[in-house]
């Protein structure tokens, strides 16, 4: 069965303290990894898409990355603003829908 | 662009009732998807559309939900005889053609069967 797995379910950093969200997925036929954000009461808003192992890509304070199994958020230099849930997805091969993980819950004190 | 909108934002209901969301995507986008979100999990995949065809469906969506794209706009999403466990958010998103395979989600419509 496809599974997208995220670590650790909440993080409590603070403000200028460094970390990484970790997605694990087992999906037979992975056609991209999504990254998404969502703040409480609203839907979730796309971050990045990843597409192959070594590939990475930044915004900001994040950059997300892809290995053939997992793909870590890396957040620099954290703001409170960054406080969110973040999720990550993949994407079945010949599939339209996005399976997506259960989400990892970041606090960042000032 | 507007963003994908969805109404209500806030519906309750009571166990057996029927209950009909509706959602408009960005205007150019012919891809459409209803998911659904129950609290600290991530969205389940319902249903999805090219148009006004439906070409995929969750094993998990029971006969009682329905869901429709009239002319391939705006979509609705019906749930009959709503029992207290279809409490969740649902959340609606579109795509457009292309390459570019940035989903956008609505704020979702919160649910909450008493």
């Known amino acids: 069965e496809d599974q997208v797995t995220q670590s650790p379910e909440a993080l409590r950093l603070q403000e200028g303290e460094s970390s990484s969200l970790n997605c694990s997925y087992t999906v037979s036929g992975l056609r991209g990894l999504f990254w998404y954000r969502q703040d409480p009461g609203k839907g979730p808003e796309f971050l990045f898409t990843l597409y192959s192992a070594g590939e990475e890509k930044e915004k900001e304070r994040l950059k997300a990355t892809l290995t053939k199994k997992e793909s870590f958020l890396h957040i620099t230099a954290p703001k409170p603003e960054d406080s969110a849930t973040y999720l990550c997805?993949?994407?079945?091969?010949?599939?339209?829908?996005?399976?997506f993980g259960q989400g990892t819950r970041l606090t960042i004190n000032p | 662009d507007t963003g994908v909108s969805q109404n209500p934002r806030h519906k309750i209901t009571k166990r057996g009732q029927n209950v009909t969301f509706r959602c408009d995507p960005i205007?150019?986008?012919?891809?459409l998807y209803w998911y659904r979100q129950t609290l600290g999990q991530g969205p389940e995949f319902l249903t999805y559309f090219q148009n006004e065809a439906q070409l995929e469906k969750s094993r998990l969506l029971s006969d009682r939900f329905s869901a429709e794209r009239p002319k391939g706009s705006f979509s609705t999403l019906e749930i009959q005889r709503t029992e207290q466990g279809d409490s969740a958010m649902y959340l609606c998103a579109s795509l457009g053609t292309g390459g570019n395979e940035k989903l956008f989600f609505g704020s979702g419509t919160q649910l909450s069967v008493l």
């Open positions: 997805a993949g994407q079945i091969q010949g599939a339209q829908k996005l399976v």
């Open positions: 205007s150019e986008h012919n891809r």
